[in-house]
Nanobody, 112 residues
Framework: QVQLVESGGDLVQPGGSLRLSCAAS????????MAWLRQAPGKGLEWVSQ????????GYANSVKGRFTISRDNAKNTLYLQMDSLKPEDTAVYYC?????RGQGTQVTVSS
């Protein structure tokens, strides 16, 4: 059974940084691409970033390119999202996903 558990969300000031983590279990983590999605208040799900199984290939939404960095540690079955230069418009619930499966999410709030 696939299980994804996100953590690391918090309230942060504009310009600040956060690192999200996603602990994965129930499948061979290093064999699958993973992604981060987010959902801002009152809006639909937005794709943020993805990474292939080996970690050698990544992709980013234009809205986060140059500010966010996705990575993974296959030995620890963990996916990360380093978020720098955060903006109020980054406020959202962030989800770790494997295909159509996603975790419960972690709240990121960017506000002064």
């Amino acid at each position: 059974q696939v299980q994804l558990v996100e953590s690391g969300g918090d309230l942060v000031q504009p310009g600040g940084s956060l690192r999200l983590s996603c602990a994965a279990s129930g499948f061979t983590f290093g064999s699958f691409a993973m992604a981060w999605l987010r959902q801002a208040p009152g809006k639909g799900l937005e794709w943020v970033s993805q990474i292939n199984g080996g970690g050698s290939s990544t992709g980013y939404a234009n809205s986060v390119k140059g500010r966010f960095t996705i990575s993974r540690d296959n030995a620890k079955n963990t996916l990360y999202l380093q978020m720098d230069s955060l903006k109020p418009e980054d406020t959202a619930v962030y989800y770790c996903t494997k295909g159509s499966v996603r975790g419960q999410g972690t709240q990121v709030t960017v506000s002064s």
